[in-house]
């Protein structure tokens, strides 16, 4: 695994890696304020789930440094709305917020706050660990994964939770395959995944969304592996636009469809993924130059139901068949 880290914190300063630029430039950009910060979280300069709350808690901190302790705790509610407002889907962007927020704790310092992001960060590292062998054993020899956008390093830290199964398995010289969907319109699947596994040394074979169920016709998935922005109180998945099409082509050829859920993704405050607010973008991302003047539909996120999730990949282990009861019981 050799993906560059989509986040750093070197010297005081947020470092962002600048994933709109790739696979073709690796640039980093300086966040020296909150706009910045948001800016980069809502064009996906940095995105996917753990990542852009890993930024923002660092942001978040940063956003306090000089300020003067009579005005600290209004500024940290105010600036600490603004950064959960960035984006609506992903849950670890309000709970890493809101875990800066009750770490500062009516206290006016900035030290406090840097600590917690970077506990946060650490604890990403080894809940990514703790997914890639919970979820290892799945990838058999000659196995061949269907994923899709990116659940990699690049949106996480490290290993990926998707992809954490993929590189330990690797690593410990399974042979085995990875299809990489597209994944419309912003191409994480193409830009992403396709580049980080294939940097890895991982088998990876780049296709059209549109053209999956045709591997799926051929028999020539074995299994599909996902990540995911939340999984809510009933076990709905809520993802990428596209992974309910995964989902439903898996029950249609029997074929098992797995997700890699952090602790830090399951929200258990939200009853069933209809609650759950999806980021609608902007027509621009759909048509690029050829706009016509019809409306578009562009949500960024879909709902699997629980129902169709054969088992979720934790860092405490698989959970067969989420249910309410089931979830309750493993987070708790
Ligand atoms: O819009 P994005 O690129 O932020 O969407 C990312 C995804 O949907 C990922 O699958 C999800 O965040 C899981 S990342 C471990």
Known sequence: MNAPAAVRWENDRLLLLDQRALPGEM????????????DAIRTLAVRGAPAIGIAAAYALACSMRDVEGGKFADTLAANATRLRDARPTAVNL???????????NGTAD????????ARIHAEDRRICRAIGESGRHLITPGCRILTHCNAGALAVS???????????????????????????PLL????????????????????????????????RIDLVLVGTDRVTANGDVVNK???LNLAVLCRHYGVPFYVA?????????????SDVMIEQRAPIEVTGPNATGAAVYNPAFDVTPAGLVSALITDRGMLPSPDREKLAEHFS
């Open 241 to 243: 636009i596209g992974t």
């Open 110 to 117: 900035y030290a406090v706050l840097v600590s917690e992001a």
């Open 188 to 219: 994480q699947g193409a830009r992403l995944t396709a580049w980080e596994l294939s940097r890895a040394g991982i088998d990876v074979t780049l296709l059209c969304d549109n053209a999956a169920a045709s591997l799926f016709a051929a028999g």
């Open 158 to 184: 490290e290993l990926g939770t998707a992809t954490a199964p993929m590189y330990l398995s690797h690593e410990a010289g399974v042979p085995f395959s990875v299809y990489a969907d597209e994944t419309r």
């Open 261 to 273: 859920c952090p602790s830090s993704t399951f929200d258990a405050g939200t009853a069933t993924g």
């Open 94 to 104: 309000a709970w890493a917020v809101d875990r800066l927020v009750s770490a500062a």
């Open 27 to 38: 640039i980093y950009l300086s966040i020296d304020s909150l706009d910045a910060a948001i």
